[in-house]
């Protein structure tokens, strides 16, 4: 698509208006004042100043990052953290002989941050025939930090990738021997390494001070704040939660589509994990409804819509054709007109928020999402089974990845020029990946979601037909090693120069941090780490419209 200069022009006939409840909710005021107060504050000014004083420490400054990232308030501190990493990027290699634990945590939070550093410099913990030191075993911390380092690997790091398995192969053969604080720090990281799961961040307010190495007066100041930033976005969080449901109850779709999901918290899960600041209500809110249309929309395709309405659908939608929905049956009607009113209302309020007309591109990537359905409908009625690198083409779009992604990169407004819109456009690889980590976690669901019998396909499902000869489980192996890379092209395309901002870079990550949590099904077609996530989150919270 050509970005040209209509496209940064208002839309024309469209009124909208910000409810009350919605700037309400958003305001940064109600969030400091009313939530935190005065200690809140007092307790965020001396964090800043702990800060100012362990920044010219090297260990203890990086300590200090890693741990408000970890209880999740770290968008508080955004500037002390990019201070002190940048001077760690600048003069790291001059603060002298480091331990593996310094060195392993300074590599991880500078890529994290999108600084590149050359993995070589974990070949001096190798020994002469090039295997890392059995005497490392002694080093639990180091181990630990090494891990997670390695979680940050691209194409071709070959050290990084044999650190991570000389490290499982270690744990494996001595976690009988740790005491038992180490194993469950040492389990739990083996299961959701920090940067690959979202687990770390919900599990902040049962944080350990045996998660780092020494004791510092300053964690039990963290620790205070963390709580009380849980506490104040517990609250904010079932005020979206009670508008959403408001806002899909007054939709209508569900009463109208009774085949198809009612899930509005699953779906406001997505948001939330996207937009973390507690400033970005209005992001989070305005986000959940494309997400839900995605949700909609696959279930016509995959459950109800007979091929010939499903055709009819696609093509409006690529034309955008608002003319000809008296075609369409009621019940499709009345998602177009649903689709068109939220792209409209998220159209305008970016342009009135950021100065950037999103709806040619939003349209675009309806479109795509439509098509990408057609084709899986397509071959499901023809009886057609695709070649499993021809489905997972396919799928990447069909994940409605690209659709959540560029709505997110709208709604925050940030890095928006033609350059960036172009590229967007065009999928680049920052969706791509975590479009196939998505797609993939689906299809090693062992179940469905509740009540749909539908007409979906199945990676594992096309490589066992395609190789013949391949098992389930060698076919479940492939697709984790598919996943694997595609974590590998992420972390390249979060480290590589482009025009992308570190807040959208920051939101695509934790979508694909979310995945574990969203398609990880149990033999009873449930999702218990969602579930734990949800209550961690909201106590009492009803599961309905969850699962």
């Known amino acids: 698509m050509a970005f040209s200069s209509n496209d940064m022009s208002a839309p024309s006939n469209i009124q909208v208006t910000f409810p009350e409840e919605t700037s309400q909710i958003g305001n940064p005021n109600l969030i400091d004042d009313d939530i935190h107060g005065e200690h809140g504050q007092k307790l965020k000014e001396l964090v800043k100043h702990i800060f100012s004083k362990v920044r010219d420490d090297s260990f203890e400054g990086l300590a200090m990052i890693d741990a408000v990232q970890r209880l999740g308030i770290d968008y508080y501190f955004q500037d002390e953290i990019s201070e002190i990493l940048q001077k760690q990027y600048m003069f790291g290699d001059q603060y002298g002989p480091n331990n593996l634990q310094e060195v392993a945590l300074r590599f991880r939070l ?20 090039g295997k890392f030191n059995k005497n490392l075993s002694e080093d639990i911390n180091g181990l630990m930090s090494l891990y997670e380092a390695s979680q940050l690997s691209i194409e071709g790091e070959d050290v990084l990738d044999e650190a991570g398995d000389f490290i499982a192969n270690l744990f494996n053969e001595c976690m009988e021997h740790l005491d038992n604080c180490q194993a469950t720090v040492v389990k739990h990281i083996f ?65 109208e589509l009774k085949f198809a999901r009612d899930q509005p918290v699953k ?101 795509s999402l439509c098509n990408a359905f057609l ?52 999928i680049p690889a920052i969706i791509s990946s975590i479009a196939t980590i998505l797609r993939l976690w689906d299809d090693l669901g062992s179940a469905k979601d509740e009540n749909q019998n539908g007409k979906d396909g199945s990676y594992i499902n096309y490589y066992m037909n395609e190789h013949q000869d391949s098992t389930s489980e060698e076919a479940q192996k492939h697709a984790m090693k598919k996943i694997s890379e595609a974590w590998k092209n992420l972390n390249k395309a979060c480290l590589c120069s482009n025009p ?45 419209g969850v699962y």
């Open 267 to 367: 779906w406001y899960i997505w948001s939330m994990a996207c937009f973390t600041d507690p400033r970005m209500s209005w992001q989070r809110i305005d986000l959940t409804k494309p997400i839900s249309l995605v949700y909609i929309i696959d279930d016509i395709f995959d459950v109800y819509g007979s091929l010939e309405e499903l055709t009819l659908f696609t093509e409006i939608v690529n034309r955008w054709d608002l003319l000809a929905i008296d075609r369409l049956p009621d019940y499709m009607k009345l998602c177009f007109e649903a689709l068109n009113n939220i792209t409209n209302e998220i159209s305008c309020k970016v342009y009135k928020m950021h100065g950037h007309n999103p709806v040619q591109s939003l349209r675009k990537a309806w479109a």
């Open 500 to 544: 992308f901002s570190a807040t959208f870079k920051r939101a695509s990550l934790n979508v694909a941090r979310m995945v574990p949590l969203m398609y990880s099904y149990d033999e009873n077609q449930r999702l218990p780490s969602l579930e734990a996530y949800i209550k961690s989150l909201f106590e009492n919270l009803p599961t309905r």
């Open 110 to 129: 500078l890529r994290a941050e999108g600084y590149y550093q050359s993995p070589d410099i974990f070949n001096k913990y190798k020994n002469k025939e």
């Open 375 to 426: 084709v899986e409908a397509r071959w499901f009625a023809s009886g057609h089974l695709p070649k499993a690198e021809e489905y997972l083409k396919n799928g990447i779009i069909s994940s409605g990845v690209n659709v959540g992604l560029v709505h997110v990169f709208f709604l925050l407004g940030d890095g928006v020029t033609r350059e960036s819109v172009q590229l967007i456009d065009d």
């Open 191 to 255: 299961a959701h390494p920090y940067r690959k799961s979202l687990f770390s961040s919900f599990m902040a307010k049962n944080f350990a001070p045996g998660t780092f190495q020494g004791e510092y007066e300053w964690l039990q100041y963290l620790q205070q704040l963390a709580k009380m930033d849980f506490n104040m976005n517990q609250s904010l969080h079932r005020q979206e939660i009670v508008h959403i449901s408001k806002w899909w109850k007054d939709l209508g779709l569900a009463e």
